[in-house]
Nanobody, 118 residues
Framework: VQLQASGGGLVQAGGSLRLSCAAS????????MGWYRQAPGKQRELVAT???????NYANSLKGRFTISRDNTKNTAYLQMNSLKLEDSAVYYCNADGPFLNRRKSYWGQGTLVTVSS
């Protein structure tokens, strides 16, 4: 199983970035997908999730600025980030969570670094 996150980089405050998470080795369409982030010295936190049926959930502080989506034909999840703030700087991780045999299994990508500058 591989979750390849990409799209991170350096952006000025107020700018936008679109992260992508390309999945392989899983049945993408039946997995819930999520984005999490971890800033230096802080715990990993939820950014947004999207279920296999397309229902979305966001961290309260990010609603209205971030949008999660998925394209099951491309086995890829996306995170559109707008109006970026300095505090959005973090490593962003992609997560897949879905059924495996008679239980659920979760997978993590390697992360992509987002740096927001003033």
């Amino acid at each position: 199983v591989q979750l390849q996150a990409s799209g991170g980089g350096l952006v000025q405050a107020g700018g936008s970035l679109r992260l992508s998470c390309a999945a392989s080795g899983i049945i993408f369409s039946i997995n819930d997908m999520g984005w999490y982030r971890q800033a230096p010295g802080k715990q990993r936190e939820l950014v947004a999730t999207i279920t296999s049926t397309g229902s979305t959930n966001y961290a309260n502080s990010l609603k209205g600025r971030f949008t999660i989506s998925r394209d099951n034909t491309k086995n890829t999840a996306y995170l559109q980030m707008n109006s970026l703030k300095l505090e959005d700087s973090a490593v962003y991780y992609c997560n897949a969570d879905g059924p495996f045999l008679n239980r659920r299994k979760s997978y993590w990508g390697q992360g992509t670094l987002v740096t927001v500058s003033s």
